[in-house]
DNA sequence: GAGTGGTCTAGACCACAAT
DNA sequence: TTGTGGTCTAGACCACTCC
């Protein structure tokens, strides 16, 4: 039976993970430095390794340690200088603004696979596919242009849908379980048809995202979403 | 005393984990429902609570499963659209690809800080600050222009680097503590002078990262790297 | 009150690394 | 051989939710 210093309720493991990551933070431990193990934090802190273990796992995981069996555990090298810029669906963008959001479809049909989209959605050239062309506009102002292909398999009843009042993004969700996406941001000036509905000039500017999703071991849709270069950015922090 | 129903080397944590994952994934256990209690797990998989718990308590960390105490774990909503590109620091990205990364330093030097420079580190106008600009190459051809202004207090010994064999990245790592970030991508025309120096045309597309880092509760860094748009690319991926 | 999750204990056996 | 981390057990007490 242990007295957990009472008054206090964050659990144990919470206080070891605080304390691991004060020390590291306030310099005292450094990169590869070597951290006591847990038979120590076991003495130091008068509890159950398991919880000691906790600590340690999470922070494992968290990657701020790394550990090595039967040598130890260490301070995590230096956090990748990688970081992370969240992409949201625009709809739920510009709402979170507090803005109105309204979507004005400008295309919607069934069109053969050009060569190009055969190759990405792993299909024969000529194999119809599904594609739309909506302009999502924020208070009235256009702020996204959004060229799609959809994989009938993924979602045979796309052309179907009214995409005034649901996005496509959101009635794939529903059709196909995703089960994977790959990105790519780009700046590319903007061709004379998309210019003409993002009411930009021609070859202005645009922040380009590029996406693929996959589902169900199939390439579901490949949506490419110009932004004016002006209005639009990607933001994100860490820490 | 149990027996793990050899031969099979996989903890029961992972096992139990990979059970819960392949419900969802096929579809029988769908967003919303109630999942089998810790006890229920227990009685289903005849081991000890704990190592149901963990496997439960991993996928809520996860965000597959949601927990509410005194009711239930249940299959997490639908995950946020919402997805992550990853920027990772730009000699590092040019050696991933295998290619020769050379810095060439085309400014360092102390100078008063603006208005708007001033607002952003906390600081007075007309505080010294360093500021640095590079050029990035990729195999000789330039890739990025890094327009850098260092609070002075974060890296006392800034001007002092050799930034053809060291990233500011690099230096300000070991520097100071990075403690957080902010980012903005932008696609921008290019300035005449960045244009000159990226060896594009001016008001060509570049794509911009606009990046401040925290350390100490300070400012440390305001940054801004262009990118010709035809040239570079954020990607990412998920699932 | 019965059932749920949240946490913790005091042991245990094992694989692995350092020496 | 000793110490490390990796995992697991069979209990326990608590706070919470639902009925």
Redesign the interface.
């Known amino acids: 039976m242990e007295e957990h210093s009472a008054q206090d309720n964050t659990p144990i493991f919470q206080r070891i993970k605080d304390y691991l990551v004060a020390e590291i ?1 306030s ?1 005292r431990w450094k990169e590869g430095d070597l951290v006591p193990s847990e038979q120590a934090l076991v003495r130091q802190f008068g509890v159950s390794r ?1 919880t000691v273990n906790r600590a340690v796992r999470e922070l494992t ?1 968290e990657q701020v340690l790394t550990r090595r069996q039967g040598a130890g555990t260490f301070v995590a090298p ?12 625009i709809a ?1 963008e510009i709402r979170a603004r507090g803005h109105a959001h309204r979507s004005d479809c400008r295309l919607l049909e069934r069109a053969p696979a050009s060569e190009a989209l055969a190759a990405r959605f792993g299909v024969a050239p000529g194999t119809p596919l599904f594609h739309s062309v909506i302009v999502h506009l924020e208070d009235e102002v256009p702020i996204q242009v959004e060229d799609r292909w959809v994989n009938p398999a993924c979602a045979p009843s796309y052309l179907e849908q009214d995409f005034s009042s649901i996005t496509p ?1 959101e009635h794939l ?1 529903k059709a196909a ?13 903007a061709p004379a048809e998309v210019a003409a509905m993002l009411g930009i000039e021609a070859k202005a ?4 995202l590029k ?1 693929q999703t ?1 589902s169900r071991g199939m390439v579901a849709t490949v949506a490419t979403m110009w ?1 004016p ?2 209005l ?8």
């Not at 500017?205 to 380009?208: F, G, N, T």
């Open positions: 933070a310099g398991m995981a230096q956090k990748y200088q990688a970081t992370l810029v969240e992409i949201r669906n739920d993004n969700m379980p995703l089960s994977g996406a790959t990105y790519r941001i780009e700046a590319l000036p500017c645009c922040l380009v996406r996959m932004h270069g002006h639009a950015q990607f933001s994100g922090s860490v820490g």
